[in-house]
C-alpha cells in the first residue's frame, strides 16, 4: 500500500485511528464503490452452505458474494488464503503491484 507504516501483529497496518482516517479518505477518492443490493444476501448464503464457512471466513465469503452481484473477479488484498477456496476468484496482492 506504500503507506509506510509498519505491520501490527494483529494484521493491521500498525496506523494510528487519524492516519487510517486519512488513509480511508485517500483510498475512497480512488475506487467506485458499489452499492449494497438485495441480490447479495442469498450468494453470500449459498457460498457459506457450499464451502462450510463459519467465524471470521464468513467475512471473506460475504465479499465474494458482492464480487459475484456485481460481476466482478479480482480482489486487491494482503490476505490471498481467505479466498483460495472461491473459484473464479482472482486475489491481486498490493505488494505484487508495487514491484511491478
Not at 465474494?64 to 460481476?71: E, L, N, S
Amino acid at each position: 500500500m506504500g503507506c509506510g507504516y509498519p505491520a501490527s501483529r494483529t494484521n493491521g497496518l500498525g496506523m494510528t485511528p487519524a492516519a487510517a482516517a486519512g488513509e480511508l479518505a485517500r483510498i475512497k477518492s480512488m475506487f467506485e464503490f458499489l452499492p449494497e443490493t438485495p441480490a447479495i444476501y442469498p450468494i453470500w448464503e449459498s457460498l457459506v452452505i457450499q464451502h462450510k464457512v463459519s467465524g471470521k471466513p464468513a467475512h471473506d465469503a460475504r465479499l465474494v458474494a458482492a464480487m459475484q452481484a456485481h460481476g466482478l473477479t479480482a480482489i486487491l488484498t494482503f490476505d490471498a488464503s481467505g479466498f483460495s477456496r472461491y473459484a473464479g476468484i482472482e486475489v491481486v496482492n498490493p505488494a505484487a503491484l508495487a514491484a511491478s
